[in-house]
């Protein structure tokens, strides 16, 4: 079975910065969409940024454009969210997800997620 464990979740103060971590067990991102999503207790899963393995082209949500970094390391089957001038607003659990259709923002594409992890943003 597919394991993608999310790390590097934490609190942190407005402004300041964290990287999340998705790594991969028994699936090799090559071929692969992986993106980040958020969800916030009552409402929808939302896509945050997503990377097409295949020649590294990235996608982002509006509202993380030239905040937030999405990566990948080939070596490591490891993708990262680089998180910067973070805001209250960004306070979400954080999930990792897989997909091999093709890049896509809906949570209804990804077949492979992770367990999530807690990202705080307190002023």
């Known amino acids: 079975q597919v394991q993608l464990v999310e790390s590097g979740g934490g609190s942190v103060q407005v402004g300041g910065s964290l990287r999340l971590s998705c790594a991969a067990s028994?699936?090799?991102?090559?071929?692969?969409?992986v993106a980040w999503f958020r969800q916030t207790p009552g409402k929808e899963r939302e896509f945050v940024a997503a990377?097409?393995?295949?020649?590294?082209?990235?996608y982002y949500a509006d509202s993380v454009k030239g905040r937030f970094t999405i990566s990948r390391d080939n070596a490591k089957n490891t993708v990262y969210l680089q998180m910067n001038s973070l805001k209250p607003e960004d306070t979400a659990a954080y999930y990792c997800?897989?997909?091999?259709?093709?890049?896509?923002?809906?949570?209804?594409?990804?077949?492979?997620w992770g367990q999530g992890t807690q990202v705080t943003v307190s002023s």
């Open positions: 990377v097409i393995w295949t020649g590294g082209f990235t």
């Open positions: 997800a897989a997909s091999s259709l093709g890049y896509s923002k809906s949570v209804a594409s990804f077949g492979s």
């Open positions: 028994r699936l090799t991102f090559s071929s692969y969409t």
